[in-house]
């Protein structure tokens, strides 16, 4: 069956650190890939995205993902975190080119350290 | 500029008591959808709509209905509440069917 991983459920990082968040999936085809971002008290909202191309995304407020066939995966990179990036990260695989048939991670919880 | 907007913010529901989450998007969004989020899992659809008129169902349906009259509502009723549908529930919509979607702040619920 098709899943998303992220195996880990909370990550502490200092500020000025960098940052790696893992997401790895089981889907026989190349899928559809993104990160989402959940500030405290917020609704989730779209960091990147992969769709084909490039295998190393830019997204919005400094961070990138690369997609790594061969693992399965598309981790979340940061070189520098700031406070304002505390906040839980969902990764999500696209079996389909439709937001329906999305399969969403448990999530990634990042705590700044200052 | 509101985007996706969800009421309760917060509920306690009884066992076997009925409610109604409401949902407003004032983006035009045709797509709208209902998930719900457990602790330590992934979001799972609910139900989703790809506009005025149109419902269908998702992942985990049992025990919710829906219906979208217009295209900046998508309530989401819960007939006979269970402890297993204590949960936070997202609504979120989308311009096109793969366009990023947009989603509300929540509601967390819990039946007791």
């Known amino acids: 069956a098709q899943s998303v991983t992220q195996p880990d459920i909370h990550i502490t990082v200092s500020e000025g650190a960098s940052l790696e968040l893992r997401c790895n999936y089981s889907?026989?085809?190349?899928?559809?890939l993104f990160w989402y971002v959940q500030s405290p008290g917020q609704g989730l909202q779209l960091l990147l995205k992969?769709?084909?191309?490039d295998t190393l995304v830019q997204g919005i407020k400094g961070f990138e993902a690369e997609f790594k066939r061969s693992q399965s995966s598309f981790n979340l990179r940061k070189p520098s975190v700031h406070w304002s990036d505390a906040a839980e990260y969902f990764c999500?695989?696209?079996?389909?080119?439709?937001?329906?048939?999305?399969?969403w991670g448990a999530g990634t919880k990042l705590i700044i350290k200052p | 500029n509101a985007g996706v907007t969800q009421t309760p913010k917060f509920r306690i529901l009884k066992i076997g008591q009925s409610m109604t989450l409401q949902c407003t998007q004032d983006?035009?969004?045709?797509?709208m959808y209902w998930y719900r989020q457990d602790p330590g899992m992934g979001l799972k659809l609910i139900y989703y709509?790809?506009?005025?008129?149109?419902?269908d169902k998702g992942e985990v349906p049992n025990g919710y209905n829906v219906s979208r009259s217009t295209t900046e509502d998508f309530p989401l009723r819960l007939e006979l509440a269970a402890p297993s549908q204590t949960s936070v529930y997202f609504c979120?919509?989308?311009?096109?069917?793969?366009?990023?979607?947009?989603f509300g702040n929540g509601t967390r619920l819990t039946v007791t």
């Open positions: 999500a695989v696209g079996l389909g080119d439709s937001n329906y048939q999305l399969i």
């Open positions: 889907y026989g085809a190349t899928p559809y």
């Open positions: 992969y769709f084909s191309g």
């Open positions: 983006m035009n969004h045709n797509y």
């Open positions: 709509s790809v506009g005025a008129g149109i419902t």
């Open positions: 979120a919509s989308s311009g096109t069917d793969n366009s990023p979607l947009h």
